[in-house]
């Protein structure tokens, strides 16, 4: 089992930062790749970024790229997201997630079955 505990979630004006931490816990030696999924209200649940422990992958959802930086240390089981140039439609609960080994894939990385583990979710809120 792993944990995973987000926070840095807040209220921020468009074009404004902020700055996602998530913290693993529990049987982290298992941890293959981290992302970030987010939910806006009455949406599904959508993919936007994953690093992978090994190499360092990165993918990230197009409507992100050039805004949102993913990054991890390994040593204290941590994945951030850094958030800029922050726009209305970004306002959503942002969930960290834990890859499954037996699902994950550079074919899946973007589907919710490909995770394992979530954590309980932090809002973010872009006020235009």
């Known amino acids: 089992q792993v944990y995973l505990a987000e926070s840095g979630g807040g209220l921020v004006q468009a074009g404004g930062s902020l700055r996602l931490s998530c913290a693993a816990s529990?049987?982290?030696?298992?941890?293959?790749?981290m992302g970030w999924f987010r939910q806006a209200p009455g949406k599904e649940r959508e993919f936007v970024a994953v690093?992978?422990?090994?190499?360092?992958?990165?993918y990230y959802t197009d409507s992100v790229k050039g805004r949102f930086t993913i990054a991890r240390d390994n040593a204290r089981n941590m994945v951030y997201l850094e958030m800029n140039s922050l726009k209305p439609e970004d306002t959503a609960v942002y969930y960290c997630?834990?890859?499954?080994?037996?699902?994950?894939?550079?074919?899946?990385?973007?589907?919710?079955?490909?995770?394992?583990?979530w954590g309980q979710g932090t809002q973010v809120t872009v006020s235009s």
């Open positions: 997630a834990v890859a499954d080994i037996t699902f994950y894939r550079s074919s899946t990385y973007y589907l919710k079955g490909a995770y394992k583990y």
């Open positions: 690093i992978s422990r090994s190499d360092s992958t990165i």
């Open positions: 529990g049987r982290t030696g298992s941890i293959t790749a």
